[in-house]
């Protein structure tokens, strides 16, 4: 079978490769889509790649329904190979109007249990094989036509080296006894709040500097987050776009009662969204004393000297136990979670911290406890 790209433009056609990928073990999966002004992605480009070396380009913008893709999405008997996948997965799952994607490998998570970084770039992995991805057209208008021969062979090269590359990421976690972890993890991109729509209410996690603020404050920054990403949503623009992340930190630092308070933003921002951030503020004002402090971890407001001492414990035991399997650290914790459960002690539970009952609580092992209980 010819690894040369083919256009796929019809419907027709758009069956047939998927009926083709429907009798294979593996299928490698990529996207191409356009995201700088509005608020939900426009699709381009769909790539797959068989495990003959067929490649198909599936022309989003030509195609009036993706429906027939999502069959493939949904097949359990089928493993959709991806590189940093979730992103790709989401608009896939919002085109095609289909249940969760499922059996899925991603090959940047396999990758942080081969004692590789957990964030390496597709284009640092395949180099081990001596392939040179070219990236530099990237942020190409993809939904623009005609595409162009340089451009369907740049599309294709993401999804060329895929299944080749998960094999043998697959045999090297084996090889350090870590397959059963990370088919534990692979398990997890299954979850339909991976591909969904994020709680309008938990996008103030993204905003960096959250940790700064008191309990109203914070209160206020999760009415206003939520508030801008129903806005963004509503009119399909970039959330920066409505009122950018430092704007609304600030304001959630200030909590403005009147529109005198409301001077950091531009006249077209207070005049299209003054009231709104107003009775957004209002709100969080009335809910603080309610929003349970497990809600955001303030490290700042809230260590203690005992506390502080079970982080530096549960960070080195982290470090240790990962760097002994081949394991990237940042798969298994990241310092804020730590922290946070340093905070909790020995009254953490796994629906809080997962980390308790999965697959990271083997590899910590009764270290784990030892560490929570002092």
């Known amino acids: 079978m010819s690894t040369s790209p083919a256009l796929i433009t019809s419907r027709e056609d758009l069956a047939g490769i998927v009926v083709r990928a429907l009798r294979c073990n593996r299928v490698a999966i990529d996207t191409e889509f356009v995201w ?3 608020f939900y992605p426009r699709l381009a480009l769909v790539q797959l790649a068989l495990e003959d070396g067929e490649i198909g380009l599936v022309d989003a913008v030509a195609q009036p329904s993706l429906d027939i893709l999502g069959l493939l999405l949904v097949a359990p008997a089928v493993q959709k190979v991806l590189h940093d996948g979730g992103q790709d997965l989401a608009i896939l799952r919002g085109v095609c109007a289909c249940g969760p994607p499922v059996h899925i490998f991603d090959t940047r998570f396999a990758a942080g249990f081969c004692d590789k970084t957990s964030t390496a770039s597709l284009k640092d992995l395949v ?5 040179e991805l070219q990236k530099d057209l990237q942020r190409n208008d993809w939904t623009r036509r005609p595409l162009s021969p340089r451009e369907l062979e740049y599309a294709a090269a993401d999804v060329r080296h895929l299944i080749v590359l998960a094999t043998d990421l697959e045999q090297q976690a084996t090889e350090r006894g ?11 991109l299954e979850r339909p709040e991976v591909t969904e729509e994020r709680d309008p209410r938990a996008c103030y996690l993204r905003i960096k500097g959250r940790g700064k603020l008191e309990s109203e404050q914070l209160a206020a920054l999760v009415e206003l987050t939520a508030w801008r990403e129903d806005e963004a949503r509503r009119r399909d623009r970039p959330r920066q776009h409505i009122v950018a992340d430092r704007d609304l930190l600030e304001l959630a630092g200030e ?3 009147r529109a005198s308070g409301l001077r950091l933003l ?8 003054g009231e709104q951030i107003l009775a957004a503020v209002a709100r ?6 309610t929003v349970p402090m497990a809600l955001e971890s303030n490290w700042r407001a809230r260590k203690s000297a005992a506390a502080t001492q079970r982080a530096d414990a549960l960070i080195a035991l982290v470090e240790e136990k990962s760097h002994a399997r081949g394991i990237d650290p940042a798969l298994v914790a990241s310092r804020g979670t730590l922290r946070g459960l340093a905070m909790a002690g020995e009254v953490a539970t796994p629906e809080d911290f997962p980390l308790l009952a999965d697959w990271r609580a083997q590899l910590l092992g009764d270290d784990l406890q030892r560490i929570l209980r002092t």
Not at 127 to 131: A, F, K
Not at 178 to 188: D, F, G, K, T, V
């Open 36 to 38: 700088e002004r509005t």
């Open 127 to 131: 180099s081990d094989y001596g392939v």
């Open 178 to 188: 870590n397959e059963l972890w990370l088919q534990e993890e692979l398990l997890m």
């Open 255 to 257: 909590l403005p009662r």
């Open 284 to 289: 969080g004002s009335k809910r603080h004393a």
């Open 266 to 273: 531009r006249p077209k921002e207070r005049g299209l969204y």
